[in-house]
């Protein structure tokens, strides 16, 4: 669901510079600094590296980048 909402122009211009910087459009920027401020928010014992971190783990699986753990040694 879509819904318009005004922003200040600065706020925009901002998100505009670290959207081109992350290579994300200016919706998404906004929506991802929405995202980690959410979850910053419900989770303030963690610091911002480990939740990008964490979401950027995710998503790796998610897309099928990581493989399995496979135990090399034998158990006793």
Same mark, same amino acid.
């Given at each position: 669901?879509? *819904?318009? !909402?005004? =922003?200040?122009?600065?706020?925009?211009?901002?998100? &505009? @510079?670290?959207? %081109? @910087?992350?290579?994300? $459009?200016?919706? #998404?920027? %906004?929506?991802?600094? @929405?995202? %980690?401020? &959410? %979850? #910053? #928010? +419900?989770?303030?014992? =963690? $610091?911002?590296?480990? !939740?990008? +971190?964490? =979401?950027?783990? *995710? +998503?790796?699986? &998610?897309?099928? =980048? !990581?493989?399995?753990? +496979?135990?090399? *040694? &034998?158990?006793?």
């Amino acid at each position: 669901m879509a *819904t318009s !909402v005004r =922003l200040n122009d600065d706020f925009v211009s901002e998100a &505009k @510079a670290y959207g %081109i @910087a992350e290579n994300r $459009s200016v919706p #998404m920027q %906004i929506e991802y600094w @929405a995202k %980690i401020g &959410k %979850i #910053m #928010m +419900e989770n303030p014992d =963690l $610091s911002y590296e480990f !939740v990008r +971190e964490s =979401l950027l783990a *995710t +998503e790796e699986v &998610k897309q099928g =980048l !990581v493989k399995p753990y +496979e135990r090399r *040694t &034998k158990r006793n």
